[in-house]
Structures are given as structure tokens and as C-alpha cells.
């Protein structure tokens, strides 16, 4: 079966050379990239049918791409603000009954230590990969998570 | 002088009726119309009058504890010229018939004319109270059937009269004194509290009741005794008199004299003559107590007139009575507004002692270094003036704010201790070993306490905790020479106490402060150098990184992949050369310094260049699935023709990528980022016009403010901290330019307008 990875990016420039690393180290892999927390929200109902093996999620996080018809965000965003919204994404994840033991990765510039306080009261299925050039330590951990790489390419791409 | 003694006194009544009515109108009518004080004496006047004497005696049975009671003079008349040799002493005549109640007249009195008026008969009488009385006749003659006819028809009437006369004596004394007292009660009330209650005042009111009371009673002197709560026990002073004088009086003692003893016994007593002062020979004396509830609180004595009647009745003594409750109420009254005006003047003293208090500890606490002893002394001060017979303080500090120098060594830490921070009026105040023991139990306890005769020593003690919100600082401790503690001392204290708790809080917050401050401003400090040296660090190589990436795209011949990947990166370290300044200029702000531009004049050409170079950057850098075009419209900016511009190329660059950051940010897909110029008197304007997010046109000047993001922005991306526009504030600043935000709708236009040089 095709390992099904969820990338959580909204930086264009870093999220297209993610994705290209992660193709690389797992051809046979789905991975499906989401640009904000908005569209996180809209596809955890799928998720519950369509379940991702990891998810790698960054922690600074926009709610939504600016637009004229764009809906103002729940409360818990507006006051909970853009700096932690990943751990809020992890929060819906792991308050769901379907998917709360979906392994996910925090892949962020952030140090380790700023991100204590927060990750303290996350899942025990959590870990977290600092943003590098070396992409080969965040594809290890994703093999701990999914086992190894089998099948050709085949990405997804959501935004 | 032989008498004639049992003659009956119905038997020689007939013939004289006429006489009689008319005597008897007479009579009524000098009741009617006499003057209360002389009414009984113009009484008798008429008697005599009708029976032809020249004088008249009317007596009664005296007030004493002797047993039979011996007559004394009631009432008195005599005709001009004529005066009674001996009148406290009653002939024989009278005596008998006093003794056997019955008339005796003076034989032979017929043989005495031309000699002085003598005793010529002496009739007997009984009051309406079953007393026995008498009524002696003075003349020269012997009575007439007639005249002896006329004074029995009379003195038929005379015991009901007499009690008229008197009743009416004592209505106008209670009303004449009720009315001065009343008076003073008005004078009182109309000049407020404080305004009548002096001590002289109280002396003037009560010196008229003393006089009113001598005129009615014909007292030589009448004098009032009173004694403030709290006073010596058994001393009364003389607070008024009859007498005028301003020295003062001696006072009255219990159990000494008539005065003491009616004080001590706390009922009226009545001396006669000769018997008022321990042996002596001083004139008629009588006393009542002025008794409120159970308690004596003085007494009103009288002595009498050398004159007649020469000593004090049952009457007189009734009448004094009467006066006694309205001098004891009015005494009650002047006692109670003079503790309101007491309590009052205490509690304004107490409000600006409290003022200037607040006052010096706001210069103190402005001070680098507060002077403790002199807030210290102000509370102390403020204590003593204000409480009553408040003689001194102490002030004691808790040992957890005690300098080290100060701590007692092997104190335990679980053990509060004290230890002295300040005394007033310096030495000579409490037992030093008594105020510290009872501040410590104050302490310990948390709340305020007082105590009388502390340790066996006179005075008391009275203490309260200085404290805030449960800290407590230290106690304050009063003290005072009376055997009671004052009823406001201890409120005093806490008011005091809690001032003194609330500077020393204040004073404790503000030295906390103080250090946080100057720690946030070394941290600050150390952040901004920090920064400084991020700034240093990242700002070289990515110069050198532009610079290469500029060269190798100049001179070398690249794919169209390589080109826009080595484009694409030479616009990444334009964008992080751009943080880096953003962190230094954020460093230098934070640490209250201004931007140092470097000045060059630059062209039309040179804005293009950089401005197109800001634009391919911020393309480069968008997210291409959102469409987002930057256009830089060239005629636009050769407005400025061959005018030059004067400003820092860096600053420029630095405010142009802010600006389409922040476009490339907000704006919505597929719109286009305009890059254009104006002219106008203020001079030349880069205008960047974008389509996206609205900014509210009243917020449009907060936006340059830090830290500030507009409400639709936070809540709809999130992202940004809210610094790029405040530091192109100051940099546009820093050039003598300037930056406006001109929003309408959903297109924004900013401005960065140059002065042409």
C-alpha cells in the first residue's frame, strides 16, 4: 500500500523543494501538500476515510490566503493567533477518535526549546525536525513513521 | 412683757365682714400682681398692713432633722424705719405660740406707745402640708377687736396663699432658668460645632442661672459644681457663680462641707445658720445634687441673705430642685456637643494631617533615596496631634524588612520579631521593654489592640498593625498618661497605620520596579546589541552572496532554468539583507537612537533601477499560483525628469521592499502591485497602489505605528509583526520624507514622498 504523507506548508518557496525531497526518498509515496489552516480544517473530515501514515506540519501557520470572499476565522484562530496554528491543527487531529494516533512531525525554524511549553500537552505520537538543508534526517524519521519508500512518485497537490 | 394667753380666736370675729372683703381683695391681689421673689414678704405686708402693725413675722417649721422642728422665718414685712433686732432667733411669744399652737398676745402692750415696735401678738397657723407656722405681729399698741377680727379672717387664708405664692415663685424660677439654658442651646446650635461650647461659655449660661436662682431664693451666693468624666474622683470644680470674678473657684470635695456631703450622698440637704460650716458661723446653706442616672455629676448649693428670712425652706429647697434637671441635661448636652466638636476638630486635624502626610511621601517617593525616619515621624506626629491625650509613638519594623545590619542574630526565621525604627518625641515616652512587648503581640495578633496600665505602670497603650493587603511592615504603637484608653486612639492609629503601610508598600513596589526596569533595560540593551551583531554577521555574506550572484548572472550564459533559480536567489538574500536591516534599525529604535541616513542625490534613473530591481525581487519571491504582478510604470516615475532626490540609496531599498512585502502579503489573487510617482509641493512620491485586504481609513496613521496590525489583517493571514511600516516610518523620517497610508475601499496606496533637492 502507498504511504500517504500530508505536508502542512505555506511557504511557496519551501514547500515546492519539500515535497521534490520527499518524492525522492519515497517515489511510491501520496503526498499531498495544504498551504494554510484553513484548508487543514476543510479536509479532516476526508482524513477520517482517507487516513495519513504522518503528517508534517509546520507551526507558524496563515489562517487563509487574503480574498474578497473569504469567511472570518473561528474564534479559537482570531484569538489563538498565526504563531502557534500547528499545534492547533495537531489538537483537531488528536481530539478526533479516528485519528488521534496519526503520527505527526513538527517541521518548523523554530528552536526546540521555544516549543516545549506548547508540545508538552501534545500526543506522544509527535516529534519534531528542525527546518534544515538536510533533508535526509526528516525523511528518516518519516521512514521510522511509514516504513521504507517502495513505489513510484505519486504526488498530490492541493492550493 | 406679760401675755395673754388662750384667748379664742373665733370669738372676737363678728362686725368686722366688710373689712374682712376688703382686706381679702386686697390680699388675692397682691398675689396676683407681686413679684414671685418678694411675693411671700408683700404677702405679709398686707396682713400687717390690716391688723395695724408695723411689722410682720411669718414663720414655719424649719427644714432640719431637729425633732420638734423650731420655727423659722418663712417671710418678713416691716414698715420704714422699723427693723427687727433678732429674727432668727423667735421671741417667746412666738415661741409659745408656735409650741402650743395657739394665740398669745403681749399683755400691756397698750402702756408702750411711743416706745420702738415691739412683739404685740403671735398667732398660730398651720400650712396645707400639716406644718405648724406662726405669724408674730410687731407694733407699738395692742391689737383692736377689729384688727385682731381682720388678721384671723386673713390668716384663714394665708396657708393657701402661701403655697400659691410659692408655687408661683418656683414656675417663674424654673422658666427664667429653662430659658437661659434654652437660649444657650440655640446659640449653640446656631454658631455649629465648637462655635458656643468653650468653658467660658458654659460659665456665662450657668453664671445667669446662678444669679436668676439668688434673686428668686434671695441667696447671697449661688454656686455650680461640675465634674468632667474622667476627672479626679471626688473633686468638683466650681464651674459658675453668682459672684462675679474670674479667679477661680475652690472647688467642692466629697464628704467635705454641705456641698460634699450632698455629693456623696447624692440628695438635697439644708443647713440652718450658724450650722453650715463646721462650727463656724456662716449664714444659711442648702445644696442639691445634679444627679445623671445614678451618677452625682455635680450640685448647685446656695447660701443665704444676712436679711430675711436668714435661712432656706422646704420651699426653697423644692424650688432649687426643680432647677437641678435642666442644669444636669443642659450639662449632658454641652458634654456631647463638645465631644462632636472635639471628634470633629480631631477629624479635620486628622484630614490635613493626612494631606501633608500623602504630600511628603510623594516627594519621598520621588526621591532616589526615600528618608524613612522623617515619613516616620510626620505619622507619629500626626498621631499625637490628633489623638486624644496621645503624648508619644513608636514605631517598630518587622524584621523581615530590617536592614542586616540590624537583624538580631540567631533569630529564627519562623519567629516574628521587631525592632525600632523610630521614636517621638524621642526619650521619655513609654517603658521602652512594655511598647515592645506590646507591639509584638499586636503583631502576632495582626490586629489592632489597646491596653490600660501596662506592665503596672499608669497610661495605656494602644497599637495597630502597618499593613497592606496582609503585609504587614511593622506597628504602630500611641501612648498616654490617663488610666483609660482614649475611645478614638486606636481608629487613629489605624488610619495611621495603614497610610504608613501604604507608603511603605509603594515604596517597596517602587524599588522593585525600579531594579526590573533597569534589568528589562539591560536586557534590552543586550537584545539590541545582539541584534546588532545578527545584523553584522548576516548582512556581510549576504552582500557578498548579491553580489556574486549579480556577477555570474552579468557575465554568464545560463539555461532559462539556472537564470531564474540563481535570479530567485540573488531576490532571497535581497530579502534577507533587508531583515537584517530591519533588525538593526529595530535595535537602534529599541535603544532610543535614530537612523543615520547616507546621504547621495539620485536620479530618475537611479529610482528606476531600483525600484524595478524591488519589483522583479518581489515577483520572484510570490507565490506564482496566487498571480500577483508587480509593475513599475515607468512614465510615472520620469515625472522627476532631471530633478534629483536626496536620500540613502539603502534606506530606499529598505522602504520599497517593506512596502511590497507587505503588498505581496495582503493583496488578493490576481491582482497587480502598482509601481508609480507624483510630484507635488511636498515633492517627489513613490506610490505603491495594491488590491487586497482594507484598511480602514481611520486606522490609516496607527498603521505606522509598532506593533501595530489592522484587525482584518490579524485575523485573516495571521502573519507579519506589525514593525515593517514603523521602520519605514523612521527611515523616511531619518531623510526628512515622509510616509502616508491613503486607503479607499480595497485598494491601498502608500507613499513615500522625497524632498527634491
Known amino acids: 500500500m502507498k504511504p500517504f504523507i500530508v505536508v502542512v506548508e505555506d511557504d511557496h518557496l519551501q514547500e515546492a523543494l519539500l515535497e521534490d525531497q520527499l518524492q525522492r526518498a519515497f517515489p511510491a509515496a501520496r503526498i499531498e501538500t495544504l498551504v494554510t489552516e484553513q484548508e487543514f480544517r476543510e479536509r479532516l473530515a476526508d482524513f477520517r476515510t482517507d487516513r495519513p501514515d504522518v503528517i508534517i506540519m509546520d507551526v507558524m501557520l496563515r489562517w487563509a490566503f487574503p480574498s474578497p470572499t473569504a469567511t472570518a476565522p473561528p474564534a479559537d484562530v482570531a484569538s489563538g493567533g498565526y504563531q502557534r496554528a500547528g499545534f492547533r491543527c495537531a489538537e483537531l487531529l488528536f481530539q478526533d477518535p479516528a485519528l488521534h494516533d496519526v503520527p505527526v512531525i513538527y517541521y518548523t525554524i523554530l528552536e526546540g526549546g521555544d516549543l516545549e511549553p506548547d508540545t508538552r500537552r501534545l500526543s506522544s505520537r509527535t516529534t519534531y525536525v528542525r527546518k534544515s538543508k538536510d533533508h535526509d534526517y526528516l525523511a528518516r524519521k518519516v521512514r521510522d513513521l511509514v516504513g521504507p519508500a517502495t513505489s513510484a512518485p505519486s504526488a498530490a497537490k492541493r492550493g | ?322 432647677i437641678a434637671p435642666h442644669v444636669t441635661r443642659y450639662w449632658r448636652n454641652w458634654l456631647h456637643r463638645r465631644a462632636i466638636s472635639v471628634e470633629n476638630r480631631s477629624w479635620l486635624l486628622l484630614a490635613a494631617g493626612i494631606t501633608a502626610f500623602n504630600k511628603l511621601a510623594s516627594e519621598q517617593l520621588a526621591r532616589t533615596d526615600p528618608d524613612d525616619q522623617r515619613i516616620y515621624r510626620a505619622a507619629m506626629q500626626i498621631v499625637r496631634d490628633v489623638g486624644p491625650d496621645c503624648v508619644g509613638c513608636d514605631v517598630y519594623r518587622s524584621d523581615a524588612h530590617r536592614p542586616d545590619r540590624h537583624r538580631a542574630r540567631g533569630a529564627s526565621s519562623a519567629e516574628q520579631r521587631l525592632w525600632p525604627a523610630e521614636s517621638f518625641p524621642g526619650a521619655g515616652g513609654a517603658e521602652p521593654e512594655a511598647s515592645m512587648e506590646f507591639a509584638l503581640s499586636v503583631l502576632r495578633s495582626g490586629r489592632p489592640g489597646a491596653m490600660a496600665s501596662p506592665a503596672g505602670a499608669a497610661g495605656w497603650l494602644a497599637g495597630t498593625p502597618i499593613q497592606v493587603s496582609g503585609q504587614v511592615y511593622g506597628v504602630l504603637v500611641a501612648f498616654g498618661r490617663c488610666s483609660t484608653v482614649p475611645s478614638n486612639a486606636l481608629q487613629v492609629g489605624e488610619i495611621v497605620g495603614d497610610q504608613l503601610g501604604l507608603y511603605l508598600h509603594l515604596r517597596q513596589t517602587l524599588q522593585r520596579l525600579q531594579e526590573t526596569r533597569g534589568k528589562l533595560q539591560a536586557t534590552l540593551r543586550s537584545q539590541a546589541e545582539a541584534l546588532e551583531d545578527l545584523e553584522h554577521q548576516l548582512g556581510g555574506p549576504l552582500l557578498v552572496a548579491t553580489e556574486r550572484v549579480d556577477l555570474t548572472l552579468q557575465h554568464g550564459r545560463f539555461d532559462g532554468r539556472t537564470d531564474a533559480q540563481l535570479r530567485a536567489v540573488r531576490g532571497l538574500c535581497r530579502k534577507a539583507a533587508r531583515v537584517a536591516m530591519s533588525a538593526a534599525v529595530f535595535a537602534a529604535l529599541s535603544k532610543g ?31 506564482p499560483r496566487r498571480r500577483i504582478r508587480f509593475e513599475v510604470e515607468r512614465e510615472g516615475i520620469r515625472i522627476l525628469n532631471r530633478r534629483l532626490i536626496q536620500a540613502d540609496r539603502s534606506f530606499v531599498e529598505q522602504c520599497v521592499g517593506n512596502l511590497l512585502d507587505n503588498a505581496a502579503k495582503y493583496s488578493y489573487e490576481d491582482t497587480a502591485v502598482r509601481i508609480h510617482g507624483s510630484v507635488d509641493d511636498e515633492g517627489f512620491a513613490v506610490r505603491v497602489t495594491s488590491t487586497g485586504l482594507p484598511v480602514d481609513p481611520a486606522d490609516a496613521k496607527l498603521c505606522l505605528r509598532r506593533n501595530w496590525r489592522g484587525s482584518v489583517a490579524r485575523t485573516t493571514t495571521g502573519e507579519g509583526s506589525g514593525l515593517g511600516l514603523w521602520i519605514v516610518d523612521h527611515l523616511m523620517r531619518s531623510m526628512k520624507g515622509a510616509v502616508r497610508v491613503q486607503p479607499v475601499q480595497d485598494t491601498t496606496t502608500v507613499l513615500l514622498t522625497f524632498p527634491i533637492a
Open chain 2, 593 to 623: 537612537a535614530a537612523p543615520r541616513p547616507r546621504f547621495e542625490l539620485l536620479s530618475v534613473d537611479d529610482l528606476l533601477r531600483l525600484l524595478i530591481s524591488g519589483a522583479d525581487d518581489a515577483q520572484l519571491l510570490s507565490n
Open chain 2, 1 to 322: 412683757m406679760d401675755r395673754l394667753v388662750g384667748a379664742t380666736v373665733r370669738g372676737a370675729r363678728e362686725g368686722c365682714c366688710d373689712d374682712s372683703a376688703v382686706w381679702l381683695r386686697r390680699l388675692t391681689h397682691e398675689v396676683a400682681r407681686s413679684e414671685p421673689s418678694g411675693g411671700l414678704d408683700s404677702l405679709i405686708g398686707v396682713l400687717a398692713r390690716a391688723a395695724g402693725s408695723c411689722g410682720a413675722i411669718l414663720w414655719e417649721a424649719s427644714e432640719t432633722e431637729l425633732d420638734p422642728a423650731g420655727p423659722a422665718i418663712a417671710g418678713a414685712w416691716f414698715a420704714d424705719g422699723v427693723t427687727i433686732v433678732d429674727p432668727a432667733c423667735p421671741d417667746p411669744i412666738t415661741m409659745e405660740a408656735f409650741t402650743d399652737h395657739t394665740l398669745v398676745m403681749a399683755a400691756g402692750a397698750r402702756d408702750r406707745r411711743g416706745s420702738p415696735p415691739a412683739v404685740i401678738a403671735a398667732l398660730p397657723l398651720e400650712y396645707l402640708d400639716g406644718r405648724r407656722g406662726a405669724l408674730t405681729l410687731l407694733g407699738d399698741d395692742e391689737l383692736t377687736g377689729n384688727s385682731f377680727d381682720l388678721t384671723v379672717d386673713l390668716l384663714d387664708v394665708l396657708p393657701a396663699l402661701c403655697v400659691l405664692v410659692r408655687e408661683r415663685r418656683c414656675l417663674a424660677l424654673v422658666r427664667r432658668c429653662s430659658d437661659i439654658l434654652q437660649d444657650a442651646e440655640v446659640e449653640s446650635a446656631r454658631q455649629g460645632p465648637g462655635g458656643g461650647d468653650s468653658g467660658d461659655h458654659l460659665g456665662d449660661h450657668l453664671g445667669r442661672v446662678c444669679t436668676v436662682i439668688g434673686d428668686t431664693l434671695r441667696c447671697g451666693k449661688v454656686s455650680i459644681f461640675l465634674r468632667e468624666p474622667g476627672a479626679p474622683d471626688g473633686v468638683f470644680p466650681l464651674v459658675a457663680s453668682s459672684v462675679g470674678g474670674t479667679a477661680p473657684g475652690v472647688p467642692a470635695r466629697s464628704g467635705i462641707g454641705l456641698v460634699g456631703r450632698v455629693i456623696e450622698c447624692g440628695r438635697p440637704l439644708v443647713a440652718p445658720a450658724g450650722l453650715a460650716g463646721e462650727g463656724s458661723c456662716r449664714g444659711a446653706e442648702m445644696a442639691v445634687p445634679l444627679l445623671d442616672g445614678d451618677q452625682v455629676s455635680g450640685a448647685i448649693a446656695c447660701r443665704g441673705l444676712p436679711g430675711p428670712p436668714f435661712h432656706f425652706t422646704r420651699s426653697d429647697l423644692s424650688a432649687l430642685g426643680l
